[in-house]
């Protein structure tokens, strides 16, 4: 008995010593996050920062510095713009916005 005990923990170790951890947006789709993106956020952001936008997520000075700053600003655009997305599409264009440009872990 003894040793089957031993053989069950033995075998179960690898799974209890490397847990994984789970990106900040790893629930959110990122081709969901793509299109809602080019559909309610690009314009404004190629208006203030011309070309296509994404300077907003490259400059040097950049607000967004962490997983819950991206969140927390994706809300704020969201309520400021009156764009109506639901929370699972926030968590879709932050997945998408942190594929893309932030890459946090």
């Known amino acids: 008995m003894k040793t089957i005990a031993i053989a069950i ?3 179960a170790a690898p799974l209890l010593s490397a847990p994984t951890l789970a ?3 790893d629930k959110g789709n990122i ?14 952001h190629a208006g203030k920062f ?9 400059r040097a000075d950049r607000r967004v510095k962490t997983p819950s ?5 994706i809300t ?8 109506n997305l639901f929370p699972e599409d926030e968590l879709h264009l932050a997945a998408y916005l942190n594929n893309q440009y932030y890459k946090f872990k």
Not at 50 to 58: C, N, P
Request: with cysteine.
């Open 31 to 44: 081709e969901e996050g793509k299109v809602t993106h080019e559909e309610k956020c690009n314009g404004c």
């Open 23 to 25: 990106g900040p947006f």
């Open 76 to 83: 704020t655009c969201n309520a400021m713009l009156g764009n």
């Open 50 to 58: 011309g070309g296509d936008g994404s300077k907003i997520y490259t």
């Open 9 to 11: 923990a033995l075998a």
């Open 69 to 73: 700053g991206l969140s927390q600003m």
